[in-house]
């Protein structure tokens, strides 16, 4: 039984490209960041590259699981239907999170600030939004909690859990690490938005985190078509046009050949109520969406082979660096 409701019916992508320049600043920062992350550049969008690493690392190297705890938050979760589906389709939707933790969660989120448009200097309450919104001219499409790894327990339980870490060590292989991750909201806002977030999670992508990399996400507040649902390709983390890996300069195909290419069925956006979640191989094709009316909260533990760069996923910030908007 799947916790979401998948429609195949979507809403169109952003047009809009990210400007030529933006993409080559985003590509230097990376290889400044992450040296060695320039293999992972230049090989791991291949599919058969994908394959064979992951078979080399979940045969070969030896376990790097950290946990100590033994109980699951997650008692009816079957890691092997998991496993099965991420093979099969790149995405597993049949995992939730416990009331609980979805409070702690939601406790610490009204507790804590978040950062307009990701950026360290423009802290604020979410419960202030509506005086932001005011004060500031150009609304944001995203806010981001940072450090949330560190200061919320309810996510450090997460990233600790024993199912999360059984199922991210047998797909990635058993070298998997916890890399970060992201807490954050996604506004209704009109598309003119300056937010260069906006382009990035609602146009149809895959990352390319590392040779092997998984997210488990799951959504805080109830989440229909009008609130921004995630979208996703089934099984585009298998089935690839040589011509959409090969594309070194963008990762972003259009809409429409990702449409012909896939079929209209495959395409699926993940509705769902507070606390419903899924697991996706981050090489599929995914993008997020503008909310229509409703804000939704978004959380993402993120796994791979190596933690390049701990600020990649919201989840490192310097506090000194942290300031309050206004
Ligand atoms: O917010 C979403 O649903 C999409 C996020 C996304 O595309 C990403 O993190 O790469």
Known sequence: MTNFEKVFTESE???????????????????????????????????LVRLIHQQIYQVFFSASNPITRKASLFPELDSHKAINSLNKDG???CISL???????????VYASKCYGGGKPHFG????????????????????????????????????????????ATTYIGKKAKYTGASLYWTFPVEDSSYDSDQLGFCQY??????????RFSFYLTDVDLDAGPHICIL????????????????????????????G????????????????EDTFCFHRG???????????QLHFAVNNYNPTEHHDYRAVEELRDFG
């Open 264 to 279: 209209e069925n495959k395409i699926i956006s993940l509705t769902g109520k507070a606390g419903s979640g899924f697991i």
């Open 124 to 167: 604020f309450k979410i419960d202030a939004k509506r005086e932001l919104d005011a004060a500031y001219d150009k609304p944001f499409f995203v806010a981001k909690y940072f450090n949330v790894s560190e200061s919320c327990s309810a996510i450090r339980k997460l990233a600790q859990d024993p199912k999360i870490w059984q199922i």
């Open 289 to 299: 969406s503008v909310p229509k009316s409703t804000r939704r909260l978004f959380l």
């Open 205 to 214: 992508h895959y990352d390319l985190d590392d040779f092997a990399s998984i």
């Open 91 to 93: 995405i597993f939707d």
């Open 98 to 108: 416990p009331e609980s933790i979805v409070k702690e969660i939601l406790d610490f």
């Open 13 to 47: 992508s952003i047009k809009r490209q990210i400007p030529f320049q933006d993409r080559i600043d985003y590509f230097l920062k990376q290889v400044v960041l992450k040296p060695r992350w320039i293999l992972v550049f230049l090989l791991a969008r291949f599919t």
């Open 235 to 262: 099984g585009s983390h298998r089935l690839r046009a040589f011509f959409h890996e090969a594309n070194y300069f963008s990762r972003r195909p259009a809409e429409q050949q990702l449409k012909n290419f896939y």
